[in-house]
């Protein structure tokens, strides 16, 4: 079974993140660095995605909703959220728990467009913690 992949909006993404149980991907390259991130995403570089693919298994242990995003979610993003799906669909990786997969709707950019919080670390997975219930930051 291949799970299909289904696009969330910047709005419905806000809502859906004070969940546990929701992981946030970020598939850009170089991008996060320089440019921010959504706050609380996980970073796994697309050029790289394959390799990783295990382990970014591990990291969302206990998530069973997935948001993956890239610059603008046309091309690596949906890219990176299919490779997930066919990879656990051909390990038969069902113990995964991850039941949605989904790609944010005009990525990085249209969410940092609109206004919705950016975080600036430098941490692979990103700890901001910004369901509870702090404000977005304007800097
Ligand atoms: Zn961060």
Redesign the pocket.
Known sequence: MTRSTTYITASQLLSLKRRPNIAIVDVRDDERSCDG?I?GSLHFASDTFLDKLPSLVQSVKGKDTLVFHCALSQVRGPKCARRLAEYLSDEMQDDAGIKNIMVLERGYNGWEASGRPV???T?VF???NSEHGQQSNQS
């Open positions: 991130h706050a975080c600036r670390c941490d990103c700890k901001d």
